[in-house]
């Protein structure tokens, strides 16, 4: 009866829209740290099964790399030593963190995980769909060992000379050990595809702006142009304006492998379990 009249009560505290969640209020202490404490023990539980090379994290070379993807990726949300945040950063709510505090307190497992799965809820990013898996670790590196021993000369010189382009050729993408299915609907999130589309089996907002993508494999034709085979649909996924200069779906750097699993997963049937 207690759990039964505590559920009613959340449902009708949800529904009267008392709770504020303008980002220009905090969330309510209480809250907060319950939201803190959960994180911190999510990425704990998952960083400390992350296995990190120790001599990869003191590698210069590989530091520089990182040096890059920070100032490239990492710079407009958590600033750097001197340099503060984009203007849009500091209106989120949370507040990203200093990454040098981050370095204090998470182990370089619990680093890696968080740069490639991000955290849902804060405006942290999953990068293992547009960083490689030696940028990844790259990153990790530079955090961990080399941002919290810079100075802000130090911070200038080393970011100014980094010169590594930090995109990669093929990104880390999932874990391979999952089925083709569930890599394609973790390629379809990572890549926003439900922003626009309403596509089974993949949480996402109830968006109209594209056609929804149910019933995809019963379909003839992609756009109203190519036949609805795999091969075209990975076409259309990696380069749709190629085919149709006026659609208003963008190219959004699809690999090769991703737009396969994407393609595998819409089709299901059609595709590997």
Not at 143 to 151: A, C, G, N, T, Y
Not at 219 to 231: H, K, Y
Not at 241 to 251: C, E, K, L, S, Y
Request: charged share 20%.
């Amino acid at each position: 009866m207690l759990g039964v009249l505590g559920a009613l009560g959340g449902w009708a505290f949800v529904m009267s829209g008392a709770y504020d969640v303008s980002a220009t209020k905090p969330h309510w202490r209480p809250v907060y740290e319950l939201l803190e404490v959960a994180m911190h023990r999510s990425v704990q539980q998952r960083g400390d099964a992350t296995a990190v090379p120790e001599a990869a994290l003191r590698d210069p070379q590989l530091q520089e790399i990182g040096a890059s993807c920070f100032r490239a990726h990492c710079v407009a949300c958590h600033g750097g030593p001197g340099v503060p945040p984009a203007s849009f950063a500091l209106g989120l709510q949370p507040v990203p963190r200093s990454l040098t505090d981050s370095a204090r307190s998470l182990s370089p497992g619990e680093l890696m995980w968080v740069t490639r799965h991000g955290i849902k809820m804060s405006g942290m990013p999953a990068w293992e769909y547009r960083l490689s898996e030696e940028q990844l670790l790259a990153v990790t590196a530079f955090v961990s060992e080399r941002l919290p021993r810079l100075s802000v000369p130090g911070y200038r010189e080393l970011t100014g000379q980094a010169v590594t382009a930090c995109g990669p050729v093929e990104p880390a993408g999932s874990d391979k050990a999952q089925g083709v299915r569930a890599r394609g609907e973790l390629a379809l999130r990572q890549h926003g595809c439900t922003a626009c589309h309403a596509i089974p089996g993949v949480t996402g907002p109830d968006s109209g702006v594209g056609p929804s993508l149910d019933g995809f494999a019963r379909r003839q034709l992609i756009a109203g142009r190519l036949t609805n085979t795999a091969v075209n649909l990975e076409r259309w996924i990696r380069d749709p304006q190629a085919i149709d200069p006026n659609t208003a779906m963008p190219n959004l750097g699809v690999s090769e492998r991703s737009a396969r699993e994407m393609a595998q997963y819409l089709h299901q049937g059609r595709g590997q379990p």
